[in-house]
Nanobody, 126 residues
Framework: QVQLVESGGGLVQAGGSLRLSCAAS????????MGWFRQAPGKEREFVAA????????YYTDAVKGRFTLSRDNAKNTVSLQMNSLKPEDTAVYYC???????????????????WGQGTQVTVSS
């Protein structure tokens, strides 16, 4: 059974940093594109970042470019999202996702496709 377990969320002041991690099990990790989505209160879930199976290509939503960095470790079955210069508008529940597809397909994946973690709360105070 596939499990994606997120960690690293918390409360931070604006301008601060957090590092989210996602540990995957029950799947052939190196064959999956991995990504992060987020959902703020009252808003739809939105794409944040994705990395291809090899880790050679990453893609970010414009709102986080230059502030967030996504990486993966295929030996440890983990993916990490380093979030710097956090803003109050980054406040959301962050979800790890896995999909056997290219990055473009992950950007538009629905909540019923691929695999999802349970989410971790990130709160940025002003």
């Amino acid at each position: 059974q596939v499990q994606l377990v997120e960690s690293g969320g918390g409360l931070v002041q604006a301008g601060g940093s957090l590092r989210l991690s996602c540990a995957a099990s029950g799947l052939t990790f190196k064959t999956y594109t991995m990504g992060w989505f987020r959902q703020a209160p009252g808003k739809e879930r939105e794409f944040v970042a994705a990395v291809n199976w090899f880790g050679s290509t990453t893609y970010y939503t414009d709102a986080v470019k230059g502030r967030f960095t996504l990486s993966r470790d295929n030996a440890k079955n983990t993916v990490s999202l380093q979030m710097n210069s956090l803003k109050p508008e980054d406040t959301a529940v962050y979800y790890c996702a896995a999909k056997q597809s290219n990055i473009q397909a992950m950007v538009i994946m629905s909540s019923t496709s691929g695999y999802w973690g349970q989410g971790t709360q990130v709160t940025v105070s002003s």
